[in-house]
């Protein structure tokens, strides 16, 4: 850092409102481009593609959809512009505060201030030899002083002490606001967008830095408070309790951790994740570690979803968490989950992870059980919820963590902070909120069940293809028997995958060791984890599902079927659809194992 020129007379006179002035400037033009982005969006594009097709239409489309990537930039750069004015503003008030209160008790006790920062003192105190009042002098920060060191017979001036600390606070308060000064004149030097009419992934990628620059100096303003430790409740009251200059600043900086805060509404997390969905396509573009790759494709197809016209009859599509952490997070709810009364969570299992076939195939799942609950009952959502690091399978073999409970434990906790945040947000007076678990996703719901009394206002707990979910009756999911509903396929052999107790397989082998292996022999109605859901023991209520291909005809192609719509007998889907929407009454049960 170079040496500070800045002065205290310079640092009293700083103009802090003036800075808040510009703030608001680029506050103005950010949501200026926030408005024109959402208008594009919502608007123009939805209304060429309803009334023009062909070429010169798609050519428009895709034209509006870059300028609106263009007036996103804006707005997110607008956005950091104005963050990091206040915060600037915010750190040199401290240091006027404390150069000021020095000042004033400077003048109290008629000290002289001069323009170096030193501190005049009067003379002061009685000699030991004479009586006489000692002379006064200098004190200055750098240890100078006019006194004299004091013989054995010569008492100190009182106002030594005194001048001596005016003067050091005066200095530090300089030397803090030189350092902020120089500190937040190489941000501000940063944040400038290349020349042309486009914004490419490249400008996205410094975009992050820059986001990632302005959060850390702006971390004393705005970070400290974001309540990461609440419980959802907190969150949302913390969240209506800002005022707008407030929240666009959180949203602006902290797109990441508002966008994936639990308890925040639905609307504000969707706004956030697509602005860091941009941000993280950014800084994963360009590299080339597998992790990042696969992790890019999955959030360039969701990006292509996000921007694409839905269907007649399809749900709007909010992004309500992302992000690159583990094996990578995505949570997308069809239908707005605040405003609807059904609202149900699916959580999918072993080998999912933030990719494209996730961004394909997973939310396919998603999307066509709320489109079918939707036709039951209009103000339903379906979200699919990749909250967690779900097991994955290496090089074909089993990893430790497809046998084992630790994710689905880690998993269940995060699914019981995002479903309490639903509870929390949602605008009806008692909604119908379901946990749909698939596959090792049942053992991550089954986990959730275990803490703190239940899964936050979940009424109904859906199984399908499960290996078990950690308990042993239905009971003790939390919701009562008679609201836990399974589903498991005939051919599907992870719904009969033996006990870990059982067989003479190494522990290394896992659950698909067992099937693979040949060891079918069951032993009973014990699972890997725990009884099976299907089982009488176990006590749920099992509905009908369509058989699936056998081992030898579609290998385990029987264990993915259950949320097809597309199959002739989809009466699993149906069943998945009523309970979702709140008419679990009407579907079709089949006898227990």
Not at 98 to 110: G, H, I, V
Not at 314 to 338: C, H, K, Q, T, W
Request: include cysteine; glycine fraction near 12%.
């Amino acid at each position: 850092m170079p040496t500070p020129t800045l002065t205290w007379a310079q640092l009293r006179d700083v103009k802090c409102a003036e800075l808040e002035g510009a703030a608001d400037g680029w506050g103005k033009s950010s949501n200026r481009a926030d408005a024109a982005r959402d208008r594009i969006e919502q608007q123009l594009l939805t209304g060429l593609r309803d009334t023009q097709e062909g070429e010169a239409a798609q050519a428009a489309v895709a034209r509006l959809r870059q300028l609106g990537r263009n007036f996103q930039y804006v707005y997110t750069e607008c956005g950091l512009l104005r963050t990091t004015l206040n915060s600037l503003a915010h750190e040199m008030r401290t240091q006027q505060r404390a150069l000021t209160e020095a000042l004033e008790d400077a003048a109290a006790l008629k000290f002289t201030v001069h323009a170096n920062g030193s501190v005049t003192y009067p003379a002061g105190g009685e000699g030991l030899v004479d009586g006489a009042p000692l002379r006064g002098g200098t004190a200055s920060s750098s240890g100078t002083s006019g006194l004299m060191p004091p013989s054995g017979l010569i008492a100190p001036n009182p106002h030594a002490a005194k001048a001596q600390d005016i003067a050091d606070r005066v200095c530090g308060a300089v030397r803090a606001a030189a350092e902020i000064d120089w500190r937040y004149a190489g941000i501000l030097r940063r944040l400038k967008a290349e020349e042309g009419l486009k914004v490419p992934a490249s400008t996205w990628k410094d975009a992050a830095g820059d986001a990632a620059e302005v959060r850390d100096a702006a971390g004393a303003y705005l970070k400290d408070a974001i309540p990461h430790a609440a419980s959802p409740e907190a969150r949302r009251d913390w969240w209506a309790g800002l005022t707008q200059e407030q929240r666009e600043e959180y949203l602006a900086v902290y797109p990441d951790q508002i966008g994936n805060l639990d308890g925040i509404p639905a609307l504000v997390r969707d706004a956030a994740n697509r602005d860091n969905l941009q941000l993280l396509i950014g800084k994963l573009e360009g590299r080339d570690d597998e992790k990042s790759m696969t992790q890019l494709a999955g959030l360039r197809e969701i990006d292509r979803q996000l921007g694409a016209a839905a269907k007649p009859g399809e749900p709007p599509m909010f992004l309500l968490g992302v992000s690159d952490e583990g094996n990578g997070r995505a949570i997308v709810s069809y239908g707005n989950p605040d405003t609807s009364k059904n609202v149900a969570a699916y959580v999918p299992g072993l080998n999912t992870s933030l990719d494209e076939d996730f961004a394909k195939n997973d939310l396919k799942r998603a999307r066509d059980t709320a489109i079918a609950t939707r036709e039951i009952d209009p103000s339903s959502a379906m979200v699919a919820w990749l909250g967690y690091d779900a097991p994955q399978l290496v090089d074909g073999r089993d990893s430790l963590a497809v046998m084992g409970n630790e994710r689905a434990e880690a998993g269940g906790r995060s699914l019981n902070s995002f479903m309490g945040g639903l509870a929390a947000t949602n605008n009806n007076d008692d909604p119908h909120m379901v946990a749909v678990g698939h596959s090792y996703g049942s053992r991550t719901v089954g986990a959730a069940t275990q803490h703190g009394g239940g899964i936050p206002g979940v009424d109904d707990i859906v199984l399908v293809g499960s290996p078990g979910v950690g308990v042993d009756r239905a009971e003790d999911l939390q919701v009562g028997k008679s609201h836990v509903f399974v589903g498991a396929a005939e051919n599907d052999l992870v719904t009969k995958v033996p006990s870990k107790l059982q067989g003479n397989m190494g522990a290394a082998g896992g659950p698909v060791g067992y099937i693979v292996g040949g060891l079918m022999d069951r032993g009973g109605d014990n699972l890997w984890f725990g009884k099976d859901p299907a089982s009488e023991a176990f006590g749920a209520k099992r509905f009908q599902t369509d058989a699936g291909p056998s081992v030898i005809a579609g290998g385990f192609d029987a264990h993915s079927l259950y949320f097809d719509r597309s199959r002739a007998d989809s009466v699993s889907s149906d069943s998945i659809a009523l309970i979702a929407a709140g008419k679990a009454g009407k579907i079709k049960l089949e006898g227990l194992r």
